[in-house]
């Protein structure tokens, strides 16, 4: 909207430059002016004054009606929009939905560094770097190298696929859809797909898939036929990710049996298909985050005016086939120069596990926010799954973590592919450590030692940690090679940050994203500094932003993580050689009415921590004021760690172990175990805590010490969905009466929490 | 929807104690500890409104003032008074600073009603030499007082009126009537242009500030400024709120005589040439403001055709309002705002809408926005004007207006042929029947959707009641899963449930 904003102004300038009246003037051909025209104008002294926010919605000056049909009609990236007119009459239906979601459901909390607003190209930015000094000398350790690898077969057909169809796949029932009945009354209901080579086939939902027979691409990755079952999560609000068939090329033996016993009907038209994979129901309870965060409402199902659409019925009760894009559905989009950069990294096949020992295996991916870091970073995991048994995922990122909520960063061991957002797989990580905000720029240098920390841990425990060799599984299983997602903080102390996460991680292979337009920062190729290990640098493509951005915002995602975390199940056995992922969800009741776990905090706590800015003014006596609502993190320190000095000195034993001003359990002698949420607190006469977690209780006695930082449980966490839409009650209380939250406007001035505006312009700049 | 907001404490007697703490005794510098030490919790808990967090600084500031002058130097005093003062001013006037431009920050402290003085003690503090002790003192004083009376008090009592009312809007008129001298001149002199640019500048400056001031006026009128967070995303929605409020108001005052109808009868009629064609002169002189308007508020011309055809719409109607005892209050006051009508200028205002039709769209690039305006303008004009009574009492502005917009847009002439010539009471034959199966249908869907929720939530609770009893096997010592068996019950988040 900035852009629209400056344009104007542009404009008015133009016009009062050539003093003509705008009576004369017809339908401006100008349209708008070029960048660089624009950026001419702004005095050069006021660039450092505003850093960008891309966040701040700026509307004042723009009409809202006129800016929000633009924002709607962006299209789907690499999609033409359809020109049907059914589909002009459904855009006009979204409207109202949009419109709603905008108006009344909204994040409870939002950091600056989110993005929520669709990116825009700006006409003119105040944020524009100038040349950065240290972009001019290019480090003299890496080496950019260009790609133009022959691929052994393109994988990016989909990206040309003719517009507005999202599967190729025509089903016929009984021609190359086969239901098979359920073996019991309880068991999931299956479906069986045969695919010709090229065919692609889009899904939303929640499924499990097996390939029986062929060789298909899912969301880029490839799948050979195989007894594993990978589950599937494509819900509405990120990009629906597409099978597609590949043409196997290694079939010597021809048809080769179906691996279970298929019905004969099945197994007489397969053999015309190229590909056969079956669909399973998948119940996991996830569906009902949506009916905890509104925002996510229903979107593992097709939106409800498009609920009505004649449909192909695959005959299961969790996954809806997309034959065609419409406006709530975007593909997700694998671009070239990502196929072509993670082939250029993956070990050839048939190579002796030994040679690639002394390689580096620890891949970074950099990049400005919004330019698909983490959809790349999750796509490059999951192909080096399909060479390596394990993979180690490293996320310093705290705002979007994959495997966690946000707030910490956390080294996780994969061993399957994950497909789906980051809030459907929720894990308790290997390893983590707490950071407390969504921005390590309150905490630099424990942020750092954080990384170092696990770092260590990973050369220490994981690099080179053989496992034994599983039957049937040609995987290396030697080397556990690392993938690391950094921040999108490139600019101002998130660059420093981030030149010294390099440092720590000595990546071998870095990936790094072009920024979308160059005002945003981030020269690319820009490796301003040496490697010591002399890392091979990657340029890749970034992806505009789907048109879901503006459906969901960064703080939106953050939240159902968040809920999605606290609603999880985690299996209970002891972990095997991966960390675990959520298996279930437990919707059924609203956090307010799970039954919590109750700690006394003289046998089961050693200390309790605050960190954020500001918390060393938090007294002993009142520190139990701040934890209601509050989320702190279950830590486990090394024995001998801790100071109990202090402990036995100025705290009775009666009180929460408390003392202002800790500093939080150093990364190298502690881990954090995960969050928890303190529903309820009572200080006196022995204190205690009421606790919700989803962590699992064999692991609960090591976890000591709780850490409080500068996170909150979003608002929809606090409410109880089985009264949203009637009175609002929570747990039984009436709405006006639910302690810790206000309904309604504050009156009274400075009664909102400060805002802060990085976009205002000063009148000399017209 | 509304969601609601996190608040630290549990109950406003809370608040109320914190206030008391604060302001029941000046001197009571133990009560203000307290009160600091609870305000630091708080902060730790969810972040503050903007005027806790500036009480907290002041009040921390206040307590290291009162403690001991000896422990540091007064250099570090005045340094935290300051910085508490510049904090408090920035973060009061900062959600205030809605336009494009910066406002000078006088003016949007006028408007909270925050003194002056305190804003120029934030330039030298932030600018100047750092001011004296003496003065931040009596800051600190001035600032708490107005925290007390601007936040706690409102906020205790949400029906009480605020004890400083915010000031009213300053007239739009003699801004206006300043613009349209200087571009009288130039219109007829153009050798002045040069001699008068700098200040019709500052005219048209003048102008969007006093936009950007009625834009504050209105939250003041539409009920107090929003909470940050929850109206964060929707943003959008209020801010268009004000922006109406204020580009309605600025389309009452440019409607009135004088402003964009001359006052003279003779020239708001353009001799000789079609209908409801404009003056030059008009022209010449409005439209410069009116382009330079539309392109920092898009929505103007919408506005300003709202605002001319609900004029005109009125100038038909009183005939039917005689009939109508509801509007009875309205028809009356109007008769005494225009005595008698006044056809010349609704012919004028007329022609400017059909002008507005035809040139708003040259400042718009993308022409399917253009489109879009122009389609929005007819839909206004079409509707407020009710073309079904075009034959009945509808003045000759109207008709005109209907007419010559009609004569551009075939398909609009022919629907409105066919909608004057209904007979009105078509609309009471309406079918009952049809309504009747509407409603059926309605409440089979509703049914509908009930039977499927109920359903789910049946299921689900079912299999979480198996799944708590194996867990408490294996927990550690101090730690309990409480159950209802142990007395606990569902509560709000943060509530302690007592369990034996």
Not at chain 1, 389 to 417: H, I, K, W
Not at chain 2, 48 to 66: K, R
Not at chain 2, 124 to 137: F, I, K, Y
Request: proline content about 9%.
């Amino acid at each position: 909207m900035l852009s629209a904003v400056a344009a104007r102004k542009a404009r008015l300038a133009a016009s009062q430059a050539q003093n003509t009246t705008p009576v004369a003037a017809a339908p401006s051909a100008s349209a708008s002016p070029p960048p660089s025209q624009t950026k001419q104008k702004a005095p050069p002294q006021s660039t450092s004054q505003r850093p960008p926010s891309s966040k701040r919605k700026f509307t004042a000056a723009a009409g809202g009606t006129a800016a929000k049909k633009k924002r709607r009609e962006q299209p789907a990236r690499y999609f033409a929009q359809a020109s049907a007119d059914a589909f002009k009459a459904q855009d006009d239906v979204i409207v109202v939905d949009e419109s709603d979601a905008e108006s009344s459901f909204s994040s409870s909390e939002s950091s600056e560094e989110d993005v929520a607003a669709p990116r825009r190209t700006r006409a003119w930015s105040p944020s524009a770097p100038l040349a950065d000094s240290s972009d001019e000398d290019d480090g003299d350790g890496d080496e950019p190298i260009v790609l133009d690898y022959p691929l052994s077969a393109p994988l990016d057909q989909v990206s040309v696929e003719p517009a507005s169809a999202l599967s190729s796949f025509d089903p016929v029932l009984n021609q190359n859809v086969f239901h098979l009945a359920p073996a019991s009354e309880t068991a999931p209901k299956s479906t069986v797909l045969l695919l010709r080579s090229g065919e692609t086939v889009a899904l939303l939902g929640t499924y499990t898939l097996t390939v029986l027979r062929g060789t298909i691409t899912l969301a880029g990755v490839q799948l050979l036929a195989g007894h594993t079952s990978h589950p599937v999560y494509a819900p509405r609000s990120s990009p629906i990710p597409i099978i597609q068939c590949r043409l196997s090329r290694s079939t010597p033996t021809g048809r080769a049996p179906l691996l279970p016993a298929l019905p004969e009907r099945i197994a007489d038209a397969s053999p015309h298909f190229d590909a056969v994979l079956m669909l399973q129901e998948l119940h996991t309870g996830i569906e009902g985050l949506g009916r905890i965060c509104r925002t996510f409402d229903a979107c593992f199902a097709p939106a409800r005016w498009h609920r009505n659409l004649p449909r192909f019925d695959l005959g299961l009760d969790t996954v809806y086939f997309l034959a065609r894009q419409t406006p709530d559905v975007s593909p997700l989009v694998v671009p070239p120069s990502w196929d072509a950069a993670i082939g250029s990294v993956m070990p050839p096949p048939d190579v002796d596990e030994h040679t690639l020992l002394g390689q580096g295996a620890t891949y970074l991916v950099r990049g400005p926010k919004n330019a698909g870091k983490s959809t790349f970073a999750r796509l490059l995991l999951n192909r080096l799954l399909s060479r390596y048994q394990r993979v180690a995922y490293l996320e310093c990122d705290l705002g979007q973590s994959e495997f966690t909520p946000g707030g910490m960063v956390s080294l996780n061991v994969v061993d399957r592919p994950v497909f789906g957002p980051p809030f459907s797989h929720p894990s308790v990580p290997h390893a983590s450590h707490y950071i407390g905000a969504t921005s390590p720029k309150n905490s630099p240098s424990h942020y750092l030692e954080s990384l170092q920390a696990l770092i260590q841990l990973y050369h220490a425990e994981l690099q080179d940690a053989a496992l034994d060799e599983q039957p049937n599984d040609s995987r290396i299983t030697s080397i556990v090679p690392l993938v690391v997602n950094t921040m999108g903080w490139t600019k101002g102390l998130g660059a420093d940050l981030e030149r010294k996460v390099e440092e720590i991680i000595e990546p071998a292979h870095i990936f790094t994203f072009a920024a979308p337009s160059p005002e945003d920062g981030w020269n690319v190729p820009g490796p301003s500094h040496s490697h010591p290990g002399g890392a091979t640098v990657h340029a890749v493509e970034s992806v505009p932003p789907s048109s879901l951005a503006s459906y969901y915002s960064a703080a939106d995602h953050r939240n159902i993580s968040m809920l999605s975390y606290f609603h999880a199940v985690f299996p209970s056995a002891a972990p095997s050689t991966s960390s675990p992922l959520a298996t279930a969800w437990d919707t059924s009741l609203p956090l307010c009415a799970q039954p919590p776990y109750q700690l006394d905090c003289q046998t089961a706590l050693d200390q309790l921590v605050l960190t954020g800015a500001g918390t060393e003014d938090v007294v002993p006596s009142e520190v139990h004021r701040a934890l209601p609502g509050a989320l702190v993190a279950l830590v486990t320190c090394e024995p001998g760690t801790l100071d109990s000095d202090s402990d036995s000195d100025t705290v009775s034993p009666s009180t929460l172990p408390y003392s202002p001003g800790a500093p939080p359990p150093s990364p190298h002698a502690s881990r954090c175990l995960g969050l928890a949420l303190v529903r309820g607190v009572r200080p006196h006469p022995h204190a205690r805590l009421q606790l919700l977690t989803p962590v699992p209780a064999r692991l609960l006695g090591e976890a000591r010490v709780l850490v409080m930082g500068e996170m909150q449980l979003p608002v929809w966490g606090m409410l109880d969905f089985r009264t949203l839409d009637g009175g609002g009650e929570v747990a039984g209380v009436e709405k006006g009466r639910v302690p810790y939250l206000r309904w309604g406007k504050g009156e009274g001035a400075g009664g909102e929490r400060r805002r802060v505006r990085r976009n205002l312009m000063r009148r000399g700049q017209m | 929807m509304q969601l609601p907001r996190r608040v630290p404490w549990e109950s406003l007697a809370e608040l109320e104690q914190v206030c008391s703490w604060i302001y029941s005794d000046e001197n009571d510098l133990e009560a203000k500890q307290h009160a600091v030490n609870r305000l630091a919790a708080w902060r730790a808990a969810v972040p503050l409104p903007h005027a806790l967090e500036s009480a907290h600084t002041i009040l921390s500031v206040l307590l290291q003032d009162g403690a001991a002058a000896s422990s540091s130097t007064y250099l570090s005093l005045r340094m935290s008074y300051a910085s508490a003062i510049i904090r408090l001013v920035n973060g009061l006037v900062d959600p205030l600073q809605l336009g494009a431009y910066a406002r000078s920050i006088h003016s949007i402290a006028q408007q909270l009603g925050l003194p002056a003085w305190l804003v120029d003690l934030r330039h030298a503090a932030t600018h100047e030499d750092l001011p004296s002790l003496e003065v931040l003192r009596d800051a600190a004083r001035e600032v708490m007082t107005w925290l007390l009376h601007n936040y706690f008090l409102p906020t205790l009592n949400p029906s009480a009126p605020s004890s400083a009312p915010s000031r009213p809007l300053r007239p739009l008129a003699p801004l206006l009537k300043q613009y349209k001298t200087l571009l009288k001149a130039t219109t007829r002199d153009a050798t002045l242009h040069v001699q008068y640019r700098a200040e019709i500048t500052r005219a048209l400056r003048d102008i969007e500030r006093w936009i950007s001031e009625a834009k504050i006026a209105s939250s003041a009128t539409t009920g107090g400024v929003a909470w940050d967070d929850v109206s964060d995303e929707n943003d959008d929605s209020e801010e268009d709120a004000r922006e109406k409020w204020a580009l309605d108001r600025l389309s009452e005052v440019l409607l009135e005589k004088g402003m964009l109808v001359p006052l003279s009868k003779k020239k708001r009629m353009s001799p000789g040439q079609g209908t409801l064609a404009l003056p030059r002169s008009s022209v010449a002189i409005w439209s410069p403001l009116l382009a330079h308007l539309q392109a920092l508020h898009p929505a103007l011309p919408l506005h300003l055709v709202s605002a001319i055809t609900a004029h005109l719409s009125r100038a038909v109607s009183p005939e039917a309002s005689s009939t109508d005892f509801t509007a009875d209050s309205v028809s009356l006051n109007m008769a005494v705002d225009e005595p008698k009508t006044d056809p010349s200028y609704d012919i004028c205002l007329a022609s400017w809408a059909k002008w507005l039709l035809d040139n708003c769209t040259s400042g718009v690039a993308d022409a399917d926005e253009a489109a879009e305006l122009r389609e929005n303008m007819v839909v206004r004009i079409v509707s407020a004007l009710r073309p079904d009574r075009v034959d009945g009492g509808a003045s000759r502005a109207a008709n005109a207006l209907l007419q010559v917009i009609s004569a551009e847009r075939p398909k609009l002439a022919a629907a409105l042929s066919i909608l004057s010539q209904n007979p009105s009471q078509s609309s009471k034959d309406v079918d009952g029947n049809v309504v009747a199966v509407m409603d059926t249908r309605l409440n089979a869907l509703l049914a509908l959707q009930h039977a499927g929720a109920a359903d789910t939530l049946d299921t689900a609770s079912t299999t979480s009641d198996a799944r708590v009893p194996a867990e408490n096997l294996q927990l550690p010592p101090g730690w309990r899963k409480l159950s209802e068996r142990d007395g606990w019950r569902p509560a709000p988040i943060g509530v302690y449930v007592t369990c034996p």
